[in-house]
């Protein structure tokens, strides 16, 4: 039973995902027509997420080191290796679109 709520929490995860990059969830109805994404918008999300979560990690390391009784050390170091990880993916896939460019550029027409 734990294992269909943990998989239901994915599932509406991922929704949330494609609204915010301006995804709809396919449907019957638009089945048939393929999803267009527009990859500027997508791109602008993704970064966007990523210093949101810089930022939510920020503020939450400095409300635990003021004291605050809300901030637990768990929660603080969660958000810490989430932005840790959002960052280094971003990194990632910049160091894939720079070496895809470079190679599409060394080609020989």
Do not use: C, H
């Not at 969830?25 to 500027?40: D, K, Y």
């Not at 894939?96 to 470079?102: D, E, M, S």
């Amino acid at each position: 039973m734990n294992n269909i709520s943990a998989m239901d929490g994915l599932l509406a995860q991922m929704r949330v995902a494609a609204a915010a990059a301006g995804l709809s969830t396919p449907s019957v109805a638009s089945a048939a027509e393929p999803a267009q994404a527009n990859f500027s918008s997508v791109l602008k999300s993704a970064l966007d997420g990523v210093a949101q979560s810089q930022s939510t990690s920020a503020a939450m390391q400095k409300a635990f080191v003021m004291g605050d009784e809300g901030a637990s050390l768990s929660d603080t170091m969660i958000a810490v290796q989430k932005a840790s990880i959002s960052l280094q993916t971003a990194v990632q896939v910049r160091s894939k679109v720079v070496q895809a460019y470079n190679d599409i550029m060394n080609m020989q027409v």
